[in-house]
């Protein structure tokens, strides 16, 4: 089968709350927050912006299967992630919940989308609740400019496979390797 690629497709602009909820995160006081087992999304640029593990502590939690927005940060503003668990989500961030079923593949190829548009943010331009509202992004259209909601699955299922191929390959030889040296204990 030919690898999927970028090239050659019809696209379009689509606005976020086309397709999302916006909620924006509630956790504002580090300082009092006690560790736990809970992961604290913030406005990182790495770790999928995952800060710290905490306790809950009555704030609202926001179920997995969806994609946090980055308002500003450490050089995040603009990164959007797919979270696949339930979390607590800072201040500095926007909860982008769905308004109707989408697969983990669809929500990892949105958050590529937006994130591609991240260079128009920062401390200085940040996305408050008036910009998430307007904030247009482009997606992959079918002939009836809708959105194609199969292309961007099986172009993400391919990512997926062609990143953990080298993975799981490395991890077999070494489960085999193992097996042969140790006899297995």
């Known amino acids: 089968m030919k690898p999927l690629t970028l090239d050659n497709l019809s696209w379009k602009d689509f606005y976020l709350t086309d397709f999302f909820q916006l909620e924006k ?5 580090m300082a009092i927050l006690k560790d736990g087992n809970l992961p604290l999304v913030s406005a990182k640029k790495t770790d999928n912006g995952c800060k710290q593990f905490i306790a809950p502590n009555g704030k609202r939690l926001y179920d997995g299967n969806i994609l946090t927005l980055n308002n500003d940060g450490d050089g995040g503003a603009g990164i959007a992630y797919y979270q696949p668990f339930q979390m607590a989500l800072d201040s500095h961030c926007t909860a982008l919940i769905p ?3 989408m697969s983990r593949f669809h929500m990892l190829f949105i958050a590529l989308c937006i994130t591609k548009q991240r260079d128009r943010f920062g401390h200085g331009y940040s996305l408050n609740n008036s910009r998430l509202r307007t904030f247009k992004f482009m997606l992959p259209v079918t002939a009836d400019n809708q959105p194609d909601w199969d292309f961007m699955e099986n172009y993400m299922r391919q990512q997926e496979k062609t990143i953990l ?4 390959e490395y991890l077999c030889n070494q489960l085999i390797y193992s097996e042969l040296t140790n006899g297995g204990g």
């Open 25 to 29: 995160g509630n956790q504002n006081n």
């Open 165 to 168: 191929k080298p993975a799981i």
């Open 99 to 101: 308004k109707t079923e």
